[in-house]
């Protein structure tokens, strides 16, 4: 009886370490998923930023503008007309249509799943931020309330999806989902590029009623990026050390890049920290209250 006891013991020892194991390479490793999965995986990014450019910009989403691809999931909470100037929101606009395209190549390539819940409200945008700027914004940050704070707002999300593409495509097995992949990834990291000069633009402009310029405000919140995402830095704001700029010779940093000026990759357990404000992709909250959908999201859930 001892002697079983001592086995048994042991077995759960193995047991757990391997599981300790497994999770240890899941925190920052590659996961198992096939095409369909990891494609399927990024229409919970191309839905907030369907939801929040078309909302922004005319003050109706996916329900008004293109209803079958939103597939009978929940309105977004929150989302509202963005008061923006004029050039902005035709820039805005075009993105918002972008997604939809976005929406309807994934889905007639690999099929979908409902629009999940999204919570789009000036609190999960302000709790965010009082994260980033480790301190409770007074008032609480409004992203509609004007073009910067937009700006701003806009600067959190597309750029989460380009890393997010590049290190989906090289775990792609098809060619034709490779290149369904690539040019997604070409149109986010365009996104994100003209949101970075237009924030560049106002760099050291300071972000009113806020101590703060724009240029803090945007390293900031890649900071928590980095912290939430919790494998090292693959992000960085518009105004960085010269270490960090492009070949060490510029503090400017419109994109985003690696020491060769490659894009940073992300996995979507990284994904999932970070869109869900917990660090834990496992725990959702932030603007996913009830988690991200598909295969790869709903399994971390369980």
Do not use: W
Request: glycine content about 10%; charged content about 15%.
């Amino acid at each position: 009886m001892t002697g079983r006891s001592c086995f048994s013991a042991f077995l759960l020892l193995l047991i757990t370490l391997e599981f300790i194991t497994v999770m240890g390479v899941a925190q920052c490793g590659r996961i198992v998923a096939n095409d369909v999965d990891r494609i399927q995986f990024a229409l919970n990014l191309e839905f907030i930023e369907a939801e929040f450019f078309l909302n922004g910009a005319l003050g109706m989403g996916l329900d008004a503008m293109a209803p079958s691809l939103a597939q009978g999931g929940p309105p977004p909470v929150g989302a509202r007309r963005a008061n923006l100037d004029g050039r902005t929101r035709r820039i805005i606009e075009e993105f918002g249509y972008q997604e939809i395209g976005h929406l309807r190549a994934i889905i007639t390539n690999v099929r979908g799943f409902p629009r999940p819940q999204l919570n789009l409200s000036v609190e999960a945008f302000a709790t965010m931020m009082n994260r980033a700027m480790n301190t409770t914004l007074s008032p609480p940050f409004n992203p509609y309330a004007n073009t910067i704070n937009f700006l701003l707002a806009s600067y959190i999300i597309p750029y989460v999806g380009l890393v997010g593409y590049v290190g989906t495509i090289p775990n792609l097995v098809s060619s034709s989902n490779r290149q369904l992949a690539a040019s997604l990834l070409a149109v986010e990291a365009g996104q994100d590029a003209v949101i970075r000069t237009l924030l560049y633009e106002r760099a050291n402009e300071t972000v009113p009623p806020y101590r703060m310029t724009v240029a803090n405000f945007t390293n900031r919140i890649s900071e928590l990026r980095n912290r939430l995402g919790m494998c090292g830095v693959k992000d960085e704001g518009l105004i960085v050390p010269l270490q960090l700029g492009a070949e060490n010779r510029t503090t400017s940093n419109i994109l985003s890049a690696d020491v060769n000026s490659l894009s940073y990759s992300r996995t979507p357990l990284e994904i999932l920290r970070i869109i869900y404000g917990t660090g834990n992709e496992s725990r959702p909250g932030g603007f996913f209250p009830s988690g991200g959908s598909g295969r790869i999201a709903r399994s971390l859930l369980r």
